[in-house]
């Protein structure tokens, strides 16, 4: 027994459970992230995890959660996946880490030529052909950023400071990439320190007007675009964007039609691409990257999350080679001097190496689209739900979302179990066994991409009643 199992355990002596006790505990000594630690314990009490297996978590007081939001959607192939787990374990054994400024490793050159192996790479478009590591999504976004306003004043064009993005878009919560994400709640409080971003047109899908159909949007969203450019592109450097469903936003889906129109605009003005890949890469969508699904390729691409499987917190960025050669110089002031203490970490890319190859051993991206149709099927009763507005999937990612209510999130906006209505939810659906956390009044589905029809049935069954509850119905919690 070790030392915590045992002050859990006389604690449990006095009369209170092991989980309470970690409860307890945490609560004197951990600040959570993305929560009002007010709610704790009462309106949201804490779910103490004492370990993961596949789809599932397994909590201190025994009880199973099925991970429907893949843990902040970093888990692909299932929690505590072995093959992952050896790789770390060997690769800690023989280098855990090493300086990547000066130095190399075999894990990082590896998961470099790998990921430029598989990188969009559509005809007669200049591939990815440079990878740049970073720690975790935001500081992915921060490199990006930085790497191409630098690369314009290397070039003799200071003047390019701006970046594009757009309306609802999520990109982290570092100053840089708050700077071009457009979630009030989390952007509001922080405005006057953050840069000034150009914020255009939402091409999602659920904003287009009865009789309009999602391509139709896409390309009003692209027509508005390309007016912001007309004006104001000789003083941007790049747009950025989370190709086909801006997950933070609430899980709102576009028609690949605007990327492609994204492309043809950006080159057209001269101006970088940036795709934000880090919640969609890695077979969420249905292909390994959404970029794919419009037949473009980015000039900077931002990848995390699923990296490492969701086992350790890694970033990649690819970048082009005409970007690459914009920072080769005698000049160090031309260069890129971005760097973290953990860049390249050789734990993170063995893990990463370790999840890629289970893309390729188990077949993840064909089982991914049975799986897919499996949700799908089980999606299509909620169409016809009195309190539903809108159901909507791409790839291994379905959304519910319920009829607005006079108690919806702050602003109306997507903020995980923001009001009466979402914490019911929540609330309900752990109750049942599931780890269901809604985005203002969208409930999703973003499982572990080993999912079984069982756990399936179970999330199908619970988001019923997760709705029933927040629209006031019986409770089980
Ligand atoms: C989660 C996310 C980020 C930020 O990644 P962190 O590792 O949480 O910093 C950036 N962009 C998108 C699209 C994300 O979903």
Not at 52 to 65: C, F, K, N, P
């Amino acid at each position: 027994m070790n030392r915590h199992d045992h002050d859990a355990a006389i604690l449990a002596g006095a009369g209170e459970s092991p989980a309470d006790a970690w409860r307890r505990r945490d609560l004197d000594v951990v600040w959570h992230p993305c929560t009002q630690m007010r709610e704790h314990p009462h309106a949201l009490p804490l779910l103490p995890i004492a370990r993961g297996e596949r789809e599932w978590l397994v909590g201190m007081d025994g009880r199973r959660y099925l991970d429907a939001v893949s843990s902040w959607w970093t888990c692909t192939h299932g929690h505590a996946e072995p093959r992952i787990a050896e790789a770390i374990a060997t690769q800690a054994r023989t280098l855990e880490h090493v300086i990547l400024a000066g130095c190399t490793h075999e894990p990082a050159v590896m998961l470099a030529e790998r990921l430029l192996a598989i990188a969009p790479r559509p005809p007669g478009r200049a591939p990815l052909s440079k990878v740049f590591f970073a720690d975790n999504g935001s500081a992915g976004v921060e490199v990006a950023l930085k790497m191409a306003f630098h690369w314009f004043r290397n070039g003799g064009q200071p003047q390019r400071t701006k970046f594009v993005a757009l309306e609802n878009s999520y990109h982290g919560e570092t100053l840089g990439a708050l700077a071009v994400g457009d979630i009030p709640l989390y952007r509001r409080v922080y405005a006057p320190l953050l840069a000034e971003a150009l914020f255009a047109p939402s091409p999602d899908a659920v904003l287009a007007p009865p009789g309009e159909s999602a391509e139709q949007r896409a390309h009003r969203a692209a027509d508005a675009l390309a007016a912001l450019l007309a004006a104001q592109g000789d003083t941007v450097c790049a747009l950025i964007l989370e190709p086909l469903v801006q997950c933070a936003g609430g899980m709102r889906m576009h028609h690949p039609a605007y990327l492609r129109r994204v492309r043809e605009l950006c080159d057209a003005h001269r101006i970088f691409l940036i795709a934000d890949e880090i919640a969609v890469g890695f077979g969420r969508t249905g292909t390994m990257f959404a970029c794919e699904q419009a037949g473009i390729a980015p000039d900077l691409m931002c990848l995390s999350k699923g990296l490492t499987g969701g086992s350790l917190p890694l970033a990649a960025v690819l970048a082009t080679q005409r970007i690459y050669d914009g920072f080769l110089d005698d000049s160090r002031e031309r260069a890129f001097l971005h760097s973290h203490s953990y860049t390249g970490n050789p734990l993170g890319c063995a893990a990463a190496l370790a999840s890629l190859g289970i893309f390729e051993s188990d077949d993840v991206l064909a089982r991914n689209r049975t799986t897919a149709a499996k949700m799908s099927e089980r999606a299509a009763s909620f169409r016809t739900h009195p309190n539903v507005v809108d159901v909507r999937q791409t790839g291994m990612i379905v959304a519910i979302e319920m009829a607005p209510g006079a108690d919806a999130g702050v602003d109306g906006t997507a903020v995980e179990i923001a009001g009466g209505r979402g914490l019911r939810a929540y609330r309900e659906a752990v109750a049942r066994g599931v780890l269901l956390r809604p985005l203002g009044d969208v409930l999703y589905w973003f499982p572990p991409y080993c999912i079984g029809d069982d756990a399936l049935d179970l999330l199908a069954a619970t988001t019923r009643h997760a709705i029933d509850a927040a629209f006031g119905g019986p409770t089980c919690a």
